[in-house]
């Protein structure tokens, strides 16, 4: 492909073949005809499909009446050689019908070949290239030459499938595919329409370039006569004004301009000509016009300079006094220029010593005609009257103005040496040595050959010099500017070849060609390639290509880093693949410090807020996140305070848990640190959030909303740290902070383990050092000194805890998710301001809201509060702060005093409850809990004993059947013999819960006798309350119960006692009794239950509970005939063994869910009893 239509990502294999073929064609030799190339030939029948040689290949790949004349005597003299041996070759038959256009023939053939294992390379390639099937109407310039027809403009036509290309799939039902086949072929033809344009108009640059060779040489001898102007020259001439304009911001003249040239692309120089080198722009030339022309004696003018582009990259550095250095860069040239002329006459008197017979042959012997090898090709000059050359340096790349050559003709009136050197360098630099490479003499020989001879002998050696890149082979660079030229050139063509596992190895090269490249244009190529290098990049190799721009921003400065990497990113902000967004997110963060501090606040912003609100994948929300914290760490415009407030919501309430984690982590602490700057903590950003946790409060009086609750509670969570570290740095104590002698270390537990680095106090003030020596002041103030002067903390004293407090007071306590949250929140609020902080200004504001004193024992009018989550908050995120002895025995105190004043109030035991199941979440607190209960077990008021009893029913659960065995059955035993019926009641769902989770038999058996003993001692026979506590905890824990105890006495005591209610006088107890039964039957009918026990217990007391439901709620009545019917058939069923499995009255419903769904049908019966019948009768 031509050099400046480079795709550096198009991969394919069909394109990477075709560069090979392209190469192949190359040094295929030219002469007049190509039919003269012989048998040795590069195939001369096989076409070439993608090839690009410089000069015209009449051997096209498209099929026209000039390829035809050729193919024939190619043929003919293939077919010569063929007929000279003794048997005809099968590749000659495959060429003779190739060029006969026996094209179904060559095709059968080619298909037998194939089935007999002899596959033929000629048929393979021509079959296998769909350029060989597209027709051709006009004559090529070549064939034009040559007279082979007609000439006429390049008219294609449709294509013709080839064998490959042929897709029998489109011809299936699916007529959708037709059209995409359609637009792929006829992409197919544009790009190789393209390349045919691409390859005729090289030919005709050559062919103009070697007529404004002829006219150069007529201008030096008769400058006063000028020819018309030619075409290539006007469309260089267009293309250097256009680019004028544009530089100088004539735009509405520019587009003027290109409007009236609209047969010429303006953005692209190849347009001009494919291999004419771009030549200095319109200002340059006018500045080298005024130069003396070259004389036409046999001299030449030396001049030694400096690349504009060495005097920025070394010189010229960005401090003030400018002049000043201009001065020292002169003078330092000025100095190596005279120690270069010193060298200079030293040398040139030697090589005249040396060499005096040389010279003398030289003035005597006319110089050779320029060709190919010997002319240079100044850089100030436009290079495009002069192909690369392969035997030596051009001059472009050298620092040598106008110097000559060291294989000139011998009559050159100079020595023949060549003197490289760069005199902005001294041998100080580190590139000295490379710089100046001293004196290069070359052996001329003392021979009479005429210069066409010598010039016709050297062409003998076979160079490729004229392909892209045989001419970049062919120049070497001498200069930091040349080599980033040559490497902005050639950087597009390697990055396709090398491997994708390996591209990350280019990153180095990629990134030095575009910091120092000059131009614009090439370097926002490379930084495309730069982040398109991998498709899908890992973490690793996405950290390479962010150590890279980061490398890059840091030598180019913040104007270059916003206008040639900032658009790479925002190119690829919606990129489909979410490993580029990501890049382009961490790239955003990685690149902030290095940006203008306009652009940082406004466009950089702009882009992370949108792939915060838009990106679907969770990783690039989460960078998104990390790189706005960066932001904020270094923008300093308030007014942006409002729009990262929003930021911080929007991405508390994302779904991904790694996105809020990485909010808590890293954004918070970032702009928790820029609001401190302001002033803002503890006036806006705090109260802001208390504002919005108040107001949530006050909508979810009929239902809160506990997500965002927990969104604005973690926020402030996460602020703690920062509001302590305001507090110590702006105490009256700071200035006497000293860092000097042995300052004790900080005690590991004295602070709640941080989320991230950012959230440590120590990182926060500065070291451990200095965090040291402010807890050391800051105990010492709140022990001896007091808060006087001391705003920041009186503000959290006297402001925010009295609104946290009250906030806790509105929770609803049995919210249990509230209620760990704000027990959390309060812990870390105090294990962080300290032990001191929370006895003198925590517990206070506590114990003042919740007055436990003697004299308000018995009164509930006041002590309201003792019923809301303040209770449970203050025990479990208050008390449970620090685990000394007197802090536990506070706690403990605390529970007892609430046990003993809510069961003597008569108030309802949920804050204690609540208080109870958070405890005992943590093992660490059951054998304070144990102590608490056991103070209610022996306590004088009944009240306080049933208060204790209920208790055991929610500590049984997560305490180990050690502590079960050993404290709480002895403890409900001691209760189960009161004497007080109340006491003895309370215990019962107690013993049912360790009959559901204990699985200890003597345990188990221990429970069970209990449980006899409630229902067989006679004197209990009458107690209905304590009947009423039996059957619901047996429709309780029967589903979860150990079977056989569910079996063999669950199953049966609620049959005896459905049985005794059918007698029951009075008729309140019966319909409690008989509820209280259907609830726990609808619970056991969801279990397995045996044959004999469905036909002795289960059924007779379904028998006996619909007796009683016939009479005082006939609804029921419905559903329990449903239920006796279902189980009947079941009963059936297994004697006749059609089915077996469980009795289950939903057979589809298992498990607690299948009792869930079961039980909410049940809440309909207050509807209508016919369409409750029709649960069951939907499963027959």
């Keep these: ?305 400096v690349e504009s582009g060495e005097l920025t990259g070394n010189y010229i550095t960005q401090k003030s006094d400018l002049l000043q250095q201009q001065t020292e860069v002169v ?81 050159e009136s100079i020595p023949p040496t060549q003197t490289i050197s760069n005199p902005t360098h001294t041998s100080s630099q580190p590139h000295a040595k490379l710089k100046s490479r001293g004196t290069v003499v070359f052996d001329q020989p003392n021979r009479k050959l005429s210069p066409a001879f010598q010039q016709a002998l050297l062409s003998f050696c076979k160079m490729s010099a004229d392909s892209r890149l045989g001419a970049e082979v062919s120049r070497i660079a001498d200069n930091e500017e040349s080599v980033m030229l040559m490497l902005g050139r050639c950087l597009p063509h390697i990055v396709p070849n090398v491997l994708l596992a390996k591209r990350e190895e280019l990153i180095p090269l990629i990134l030095c060609t575009a910091c120092l490249h000059p131009e614009p244009k090439e370097r926002d190529q490379l930084l495309h390639i730069l982040f398109n290098l991998i498709k899908r990049p890992d973490d690793e190799q996405r950290q390479m290509i962010l150590t890279g721009c980061v490398a890059f921003a840091r030598h180019v400065g913040p104007t270059r880093v916003e206008a040639e990497l900032l658009p790479q990113c925002w190119e690829q902000i919606n990129h489909k693949y979410p490993e580029r967004r990501l890049l382009v997110a961490e790239a955003c963060g990685a690149l902030a410090p290095y940006l203008p501090k306009e652009i940082r606040s406004s466009l950089v912003l702009s882009m992370l807020q949108q792939m915060l609100a838009e990106d679907k994948a969770d990783m690039v929300r989460e960078a998104v996140v990390k790189s706005l914290a960066i932001i904020m760490g270094y923008i300093d415009d308030p007014d942006k305070y409002s729009q990262g407030f929003e930021l911080m919501l929007l991405s508390l309430g994302d779904p991904s848990e790694r996105v809020v984690s990485a909010i808590h982590q890293v954004f918070i602490p970032a702009f928790a640190a820029w609001t401190t700057e302001l002033g803002n903590l503890q006036t806006t950003l705090i109260p802001s959030l208390l504002a919005r946790i108040e107001k949530l409060l006050k909508q979810g009086e009929h239902g809160l909303d506990e997500h965002k609750l927990h969104m604005f509670l973690s926020a402030l969570q996460s602020l703690i740290p920062p509001l302590f570290s305001v507090v110590i740095q702006n105490a009256p104590f700071t200035h ?197 209960l056991w103070y209610g077990v022996v306590h004088t008021s009944a009240l306080v004993r049933c208060t204790a009893a209920r208790m055991f029913e929610l500590l049984v659960k997560g305490v180990n059947e050690t502590l079960v065995a050993q404290r709480v059955v002895p403890a409900l035993i001691t209760l189960s013999s009161d004497p007080e019926i109340s006491v003895r009641i309370s215990t019962i769902p107690a013993f049912g819960t360790i009959m559901e989770t204990v699985t200890q038999k003597e345990l188990l058996e221990r429970v069970k006798m209990q449980l006899a003993s409630f229902l067989e001692d006679p004197q209990y026979q009458d107690q209905h309350s304590l009947h009423m506590e039996i059957i619901r905890t047996f429709g309780r824990v029967g589903p979860n119960a150990e079977p056989r105890f569910r079996d063999e006495f669950v199953l049966p005591h609620l049959h005896k006692l459905a049985l005794g209610n059918n007698v029951q006088a009075t008729e309140s107890k019966r319909i409690d009794i008989a509820t209280q039964l259907f609830e726990a039957y609808s619970a056991l009918s969801c279990c397995f239950i045996s044959e004999e026990l469905m036909v002795n217990h289960f059924l007779p007391g379904l028998r006996c509970l619909r007796t009683d439901m016939e009479q005082l709620s006939p609804e029921h009545e419905v559903i329990l005939s449903s239920m006796i019917k279902e189980g009947e058939m079941k009963v059936e069923n297994r004697g006749i063994g059609q089915a077996e499995g469980s009795v289950s009255i939903a057979a589809s419903l298992v498990g607690e869910d299948a009792k869930t769904k079961f039980l909410s049908k049940m809440g309909q019966l207050t509807t209508s009893g016919a369409m409750l019948a029709n649960v069951f009768q939907r499963k027959k």
């Excluded at 193919?71 to 007929?83: E, I």
């Excluded at 190919?372 to 002069?386: L, R």
């Excluded at 030596?392 to 620092?399: I, R, T, V």
């Design 1 to 305: 492909m031509a050099a400046g239509n480079v795709n550096p990502f198009n991969l394919s294999d069909s394109e990477d073949e075709a560069d090979q073929r392209a190469e192949d064609g190359v040094h295929i030799e030219k002469s007049p005809s190509v039919g003269t190339q012989g048998p040795s030939s590069n195939n001369p029948f096989s076409p070439q499909a993608d090839a690009e040689p410089p000069a015209l290949l009449v051997s096209s790949t498209r099929t026209s009446p000039c390829v035809e004349g050729i193919s024939v005597s190619v043929a003919a003299a293939a077919m010569t050689v063929a007929l000279a041996e003794t048997r005809v070759s099968v590749d000659v038959i495959a060429a003779q019908l190739i060029r006969d256009h026996y094209i179904l023939t060559a095709l059968e053939f080619h298909t037998e070949l194939l089935e007999s294992g002899r596959e033929l390379p000629r048929l393979r390639d021509y079959f296998s290239n769909p350029g060989n099937f597209e027709r051709q109407t006009g004559t090529p310039p070549a064939c034009k030459e040559q007279g082979l027809g007609p000439g006429g403009p390049l008219n294609r036509a449709g294509s013709i499938s080839t064998l490959d290309s042929l897709d029998f799939a489109r011809y299936s039902d699916d007529g959708n595919r037709e059209s995409d086949e359609r637009v792929a072929v006829l992409e197919f033809e544009l790009r190789k329409a393209k390349e045919t344009i691409q390859a005729l108009r090289t030919n005709l640059t050559q062919a103009a370039e070697s007529d404004t060779q002829e006219r150069n040489k007529n201008y030096s001898s008769h400058p006063e006569t000028q020819e018309p102007i030619r075409p290539l020259e006007k469309r260089a001439l267009n293309f250097l004004v256009n680019e004028y304009l544009l530089k100088n911001e004539y735009k509405l003249s520019a587009i003027t301009f290109s409007d009236e040239n609209d047969d010429q692309d303006f953005e692209l120089w190849d347009d001009v000509g494919l291999n004419i080198p771009k030549p200095p722009d319109l200002l340059q030339i006018y500045r080298n016009c005024g130069s003396a022309l070259p004389s036409p004696r046999n001299t030449v003018d030396v001049a030694v300079g």
């Design 736 to 932: 006497r902070v000293n860092l000097q002698g042995d300052i004790p270390p900080i005690e590991v537990t004295r602070f709640p383990r941080p989320a991230s680095p950012l959230q440590d106090i120590a990182t926060i003030v500065g070291s451990r050092e200095t965090l040291s020596a402010l807890l050391i002041l800051y105990d010492y103030q709140l022990e001896h000194e007091g808060t006087t002067g001391w705003d920041s903390l009186l503000w959290v004293v006297n402001q925010l805890l009295p609104q946290l407090i009250d906030i806790v007071g509105r929770i609803n306590v049995a919210s249990t998710t509230c209620v760990h949250e704000f027990s959390r929140f309060f812990w870390r609020l105090c294990r962080t301001f300290g032990k001191i902080f929370t006895n003198t200004k925590v517990k206070p504001q506590f114990q003042e809201i919740l007055r436990l004193s003697e004299e308000n024992v018995d009164a509930l009018t006041g002590n309201g509060i003792l019923t809301k989550a303040t209770v449970p908050i203050y025990a479990t995120g208050v008390l449970t702060c620090y685990n000394q002895d007197e802090d536990r025995k506070l706690l403990v105190g605390f529970l007892e005093d609430v046990m003993t004043t809510l069961s003597l109030s008569h108030a309802p035991l949920d804050s204690l409850k609540a208080s109870f199941v958070e405890l005992g979440a943590n093992p660490v607190y059951h054998e304070l809990l144990l102590t608490v």
């Design 331 to 411: 003078e330092e040239l000025e100095y190596q220029i005279s120690l270069l002329n010193e060298e200079k006459q030293s040398l040139a008197d030697y090589i005249k010593k040396l060499q005096s017979e040389i010279q003398s042959l030289r003035r005597t012997v006319s110089p050779p005609p320029h060709d190919q090898g010997s002319q240079p090709n100044p850089p100030s000059s436009s290079s495009s009257s002069t192909p690369p050359q392969p035997l030596l340096d051009n001059g472009q790349y050298l620092d040598i103005r106008g110097a000559s050559e060291p294989d000139k003709p011998p009559t």
